[in-house]
């Protein structure tokens, strides 16, 4: 069983930037890709980015290319996602997911959240203009 805890949400202006956090406890962290995943008001949760087990690949959604990174501490068990020139439309609550079946990051796959084993409770984030 994974837990998966996201931080750093909150409201920031137009242009601005956040990091959000997410701590794994439990089951194997270098075992799981590691995805993102966002759900603005009314709308479905869409894919954000992931990051492969070593840490090496991303990738991400069109909609954020170029302005977000993603990044892994594997001793820490944590994923980070660097948010910059933040827009309104980024505003939404953004959620960590795991991917537990130790296998490479594959972009067929794990854009698609059904791909995604354990997901954690989320954390907002409202970008003003």
């Known amino acids: 069983q994974v837990q998966l805890v996201e931080s750093g949400g909150g409201l920031v202006q137009t242009g601005g930037s956040l990091r959000l956090s997410c701590v794994a406890s439990?089951?194997?962290?270098?075992?799981?890709?590691m995805g993102w995943f966002r759900q603005a008001p009314g709308k479905e949760r869409e894919f954000v980015g992931a990051i492969s087990r070593s840490g090496d690949s991303t990738y991400f959604a069109d909609s954020v290319k170029g302005r977000f990174t993603i990044s892994r501490d594997n001793a820490k068990n944590t994923v980070y996602l660097q948010m910059n020139t933040l827009k309104p439309e980024d505003t939404a609550v953004y959620y960590c997911?795991?991917?537990?079946?130790?296998?490479?990051?594959?972009?067929?796959?794990?854009?698609?959240?059904?791909?995604?084993?354990?997901w954690g409770q989320g954390t907002q984030v409202t970008v003003s203009s």
């Open positions: 439990g089951g194997t962290f270098i075992r799981n890709v």
């Open positions: 997911a795991a991917e537990t079946s130790n296998t490479y990051l594959n972009r067929s796959r794990h854009g698609n959240e059904n791909e995604y084993d354990y």
